[in-house]
């Protein structure tokens, strides 16, 4: 046989129907991920149809994008705040129980962002296929499963068959050797990437990331990396499983136990991109060279390193001139001008892109014995509940509530601003999340990506800062 790439090894091994010229392949799915807002649309045409869920073991639901932080309405002495949001929540509810589906309800220990909670729970394992109603399921790849976004109506597929139909992505290799200086994080790694091969250069691709500096990632780095793949229009993002991996899972609630571990660890390490595979693309990162990066437009491709300027025409792989000059006016900045000192409204640390506990460690580590710059809010809200209980126990609750920061209950919060977490029309956001597209945050709201390092040195400075600076 010859030498097989991780992706093309978990695609073949989940291949139910081949695909041809005229039909898509028909592809098994391992896990389906669901939460409270791309569901009940699916769970209406089961209805309809008089139809259950195929597999309601292999079915997970939590609760994350329109729930509050705020505790007194997640623990119920206040009720949830947003129609919306209280009324999806009770859909989910029905619906899990009607379809005998395992939710992380509200109140549940195990609830937060559906791509926090899945791994730390040990319900995400190499080799699998991994799909749910949001783009960013491609955090899973992190361990080696191909995990990807799906629509409602795919949501329903899932439901109904197990089974998804798909045409199978071409395979990408970033190749990422050197190391990362003190400062520079796998947030600024990828948003260079994403800078490089631009917001579509991955469109039909799954992207593999591979090399020393990728090996040297934790898991929590590994997921930041796969998390945003699809910001460069990748179908998904992988990393081979190694012993980094197997180590965290080992010990997760949920995966194998005594023998069965031992021979699914054997099957793992079988996983790996085979010498001499051969990958459709391929590019190479230097990570040594990097610095902090900073998005300055209204894609996470409009990027530049903090010190640098912004661009005053696209570069290649961007948007066209009149796509550029619109996205600098909406954000209030012009071609020339220098990213550093920028002023800053709103900080956001969280989402499921740095939501996790090195990141909320990274960022605590700046904000020790300082404060918060007046006039500024800083909202830190971790990706899950086990996590907030981790930050708490390790003391870094105490550390952001000393500097004057909002301290909340796990949720997607201001990555999107569903459950009325939101950034003001005008206002300069400097956010951990994934996506700075217009409204993203906020009507009117503008949106920089950044590292948890310089989310939390903008946030004592009161204006974009060089997190080397108080390292
Ligand atoms: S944090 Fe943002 S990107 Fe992640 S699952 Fe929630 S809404 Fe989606």
């Known amino acids: 046989m010859s030498p097989r790439t991780l992706f093309d090894k978990v695609w073949t091994a989940h291949e139910v129907v081949k695909e041809t010229a005229d039909t898509p392949a028909v592809l098994y799915i391992d896990l389906h991920l669901i939460h409270e807002v791309t569901s009940p649309q699916s769970f209406s045409l089961l209805r309809s149809l008089g139809l259950p869920v195929r597999r309601p073991d292999r079915t997970l639901a939590t609760m994350d994008h329109s729930t509050p932080t705020k505790s007194e309405q997640v623990f119920g002495t206040e009720p949830i705040k947003m129609d919306a949001a209280a009324r999806q929540v009770a859909q989910l509810e029905k619906n899990a129980a009607e379809f005998g589906i395992?939710?992380?309800?509200?109140?549940?220990?195990?609830?937060?962002?559906v791509h926090v909670i899945s791994p730390e729970l040990g319900c995400t394992l190499p080799?699998?296929?991994?799909v749910c109603g949001d783009s960013h399921t491609s955090t899973h790849g992190a361990f080696g499963a191909l995990a990807f976004g799906i629509g409602s109506t795919e949501v329903g597929h899932v439901f109904a068959t197990q089974c998804l139909l798909?045409?199978?992505p071409k395979t990408f290799a970033i190749n990422v050797e050197g190391s990362l200086k003190p400062g520079v994080t796998a947030k600024d790694l990828i948003l260079a990437i994403i800078g490089k091969v631009g917001v579509s250069g991955g469109t039909g691709y799954v992207f593999e990331y591979r090399g020393a500096t990728i090996r040297a990632l934790s898991m929590d780095e590994r997921m930041t990396i796969c998390n945003m793949s699809i910001e460069a229009g990748a179908r998904a993002g992988m990393i081979a499983p190694d012993e980094v991996t197997f180590a965290y899972l080992k010990d997760t609630p949920r995966a194998p136990k005594g023998a069965a571990w031992d021979a699914a660890v054997a099957r793992w390490r079988e996983l790996a991109s085979d010498p001499g595979a051969v990958y459709d693309a391929a590019i190479d990162i230097d990570a040594a060279a990097l610095e902090p990066m900073i998005t300055y437009g209204t894609n996470p491709g409009m990027v530049v390193p903090i010190t640098g300027d912004i661009p005053a025409a696209p570069a290649a792989g961007q948007p066209a001139a009149a796509v550029f000059d619109q996205a600098l006016a909406y954000m209030g900045f012009r071609g020339g001008e220098a990213m550093l000192g920028k002023p800053v409204n709103v900080v956001f640390i969280g989402s499921c892109t740095n939501g996790r506990l090195e990141d909320?460690?990274?960022a605590?580590?700046?904000?020790?014995g300082r404060?918060?710059?007046?006039?500024?809010?800083l909202l830190i809200v971790?990706?899950?509940?086990?996590?907030?209980?981790?930050?708490?126990?390790?003391?870094?609750a105490q550390i952001f509530k000393d500097a004057g920061a909002d301290w909340r209950e796990s949720g997607c919060s201001m990555c999107l601003g569903m459950n009325g977490d939101t950034v003001a029309a005008g206002a300069y956001s400097i956010s951990t999340s994934n996506r700075n597209f217009e409204g993203r945050q906020g009507v009117g709201a503008r949106t920089l990506l950044v590292s948890?390092?310089?989310?939390?040195?903008?946030?004592?400075q009161g204006r974009i800062t060089d997190p080397r600076t108080l390292l």
């Open 102 to 113: 395992e939710l992380f309800d509200m109140h549940d220990a195990r609830r937060g962002i």
């Open 127 to 130: 080799g699998m296929t991994i």
């Open 166 to 168: 798909q045409r199978k």
């Open 360 to 362: 909320l460690e990274a």
């Open 364 to 368: 605590a580590g700046i904000l020790k």
């Open 371 to 377: 404060k918060v710059a007046p006039g500024v809010k």
């Open 382 to 396: 971790p990706g899950s509940q086990q996590v907030k209980r981790a930050a708490e126990a390790l003391g870094l």
């Open 452 to 460: 948890p390092l310089t989310a939390a040195a903008s946030a004592v």
